[in-house]
């Protein structure tokens, strides 16, 4: 595999775990008055893009670091509506 | 163009324009304090990797997408440290 291709699972990778410091932090405060709710509506629509890209062109890389993502961004949107105040 | 590529294009965008609400957010509430600073160094690395893969294989929405996302996420880390209790 060339260099690059390291390159861009080390990018999947950070991606797929963006989230996860954030539904940590939410789910420990059960604070996320500071989050954007149009943030996490864009994440979501982001994801199901790039998941229809990344089977059409059978991009693992993209079809997995999207995949935690849609997880991710589902409960941090279903934490925005359960914790909101 | 095939429409595959307008797909990624528009996953491109929608990543993009991610943070822009919480940049919105964040500099009118002036509060920032359920942002995960961790997530914010994930991204800011993320986009540094994004940036190496997209200029050597010179994809240019990925390259667009992220110099967006690195100077947004950039702004979030100032506010994260300026706004901070």
Redesign the interface.
């Known amino acids: 595999m060339p260099w ?1 291709e390291y ?2 699972l ?2 999947a990778f ?2 797929a ?3 996860i ?2 539904v ?3 789910w420990q ?1 059960k ?9 996490l509506l ?2 979501f ?2 994801v199901i ?2 998941l ?2 990344g089977f ?2 059978h991009l693992m890389p993209v079809i997995i670091a999207n995949s935690i993502i849609f997880f991710l961004s589902l409960l941090l949107l279903y934490f925005k509506f359960t914790f909101k105040k």
Chains 1, 2 share one sequence.
């Open positions: 690059i390159v861009g080390l990018g950070l991606s775990i963006t989230f410091p954030q940590i932090k939410a405060t604070s996320v008055g500071d989050l954007s709710l149009m943030m864009i994440v629509s982001s893009v790039w229809v890209y059409y062109l």
